[in-house]
């Protein structure tokens, strides 16, 4: 069982940076690949970055690759999502995810523990 608890979320003008950290829960985290997804207001979940269990295995949305990047530290059970040149189209509930797994996942039924999400939104 995994417990992730996500922070870091908050309101930021257009062109701002925000970091997001998921805390997790249990010795086992470096074993488990790590996602961010996102859900904005009447639209579906989306993916927006995944991790390998040793990072060495990143991938992203076309909608945020060069803007976002996904990092984990794994003596600190922490991932985190750094976000720049931020928009008003990046306004969602971020939501980290963990499956018991050492590759990366990019669809959000892959993945088996959630967080509760924390909202980030970006004023034009």
């Known amino acids: 069982q995994v417990q992730l608890v996500e922070s870091g979320g908050g309101l930021v003008q257009a062109g701002g940076s925000l970091r997001l950290s998921c805390a997790a829960s249990?010795?086992?985290?470096?074993?488990?690949?790590m996602g961010w997804f996102r859900q904005a207001p009447g639209k579906e979940r989306e993916f927006v970055g995944g991790?390998?269990?040793?990072?060495?295995?990143?991938r992203y949305a076309d909608s945020v690759k060069g803007r976002f990047t996904i990092s984990r530290d794994n003596a600190k059970n922490t991932v985190y999502l750094q976000m720049n040149s931020l928009k008003p189209e990046d306004t969602a509930v971020y939501f980290c995810?963990?499956?018991?797994?050492?590759?990366?996942?990019?669809?959000?039924?892959?993945?088996?523990?959630w967080g509760q999400g924390t909202q980030v939104t970006v004023s034009s």
């Open positions: 249990g010795r086992t985290f470096s074993s488990y690949a």
């Open positions: 995810a963990a499956k018991n797994t050492f590759l990366t996942r990019t669809t959000g039924n892959e993945y088996d523990y």
């Open positions: 991790i390998s269990w040793r990072g060495g295995d990143i």
